[in-house]
Nanobody, 126 residues
Framework: QVQLVESGGGLVQAGGSLRLSCAAS????????YGWFRQAPGKEREFVAA????????YYADSVKGRFTVSGDNAKNTRYLQMDNLEPGDTARYYC???????????????????WGQGTQVTVSS
């Protein structure tokens, strides 16, 4: 099994920054894709960013491209989502996800990930 624990959320003013962390434990060897999703009240969970372990490729939703950066530290078994120039529309609960495989067809979908964290709340005030 794989356990994912997010941290780093909080309240920030528009234009500010936050860095979310996703600490992985358990059977992490072989995980190939880490994703970040978010869910605002009354809305569906949506894709934010993904990191493909093999090759280090990164992928972003259009709404966050140029503002968010996903990265990883294998020594700490932790992945990060650096969020800059935050907007009130970024307010949501942010979830880390992981999967053993990568697919261009599913990496933006919640169906593409077997493992999920509990999430961390990000609130951006105007």
């Amino acid at each position: 099994q794989v356990q994912l624990v997010e941290s780093g959320g909080g309240l920030v003013q528009a234009g500010g920054s936050l860095r979310l962390s996703c600490a992985a434990s358990g059977r992490t060897f072989g995980l190939n894709t880490y994703g970040w999703f978010r869910q605002a009240p009354g809305k569906e969970r949506e894709f934010v960013a993904a990191l493909r372990e093999i090759g280090g490729f990164t992928y972003y939703a259009d709404s966050v491209k140029g503002r968010f950066t996903v990265s990883g530290d294998n020594a700490k078994n932790t992945r990060y989502l650096q969020m800059d120039n935050l907007e009130p529309g970024d307010t949501a609960r942010y979830y880390c996800a992981a999967d053993d495989s990568f697919s261009y067809r599913t990496y933006t979908s919640t169906d593409g990930y077997d493992y999920w964290g509990q999430g961390t709340q990000v609130t951006v005030s105007s």
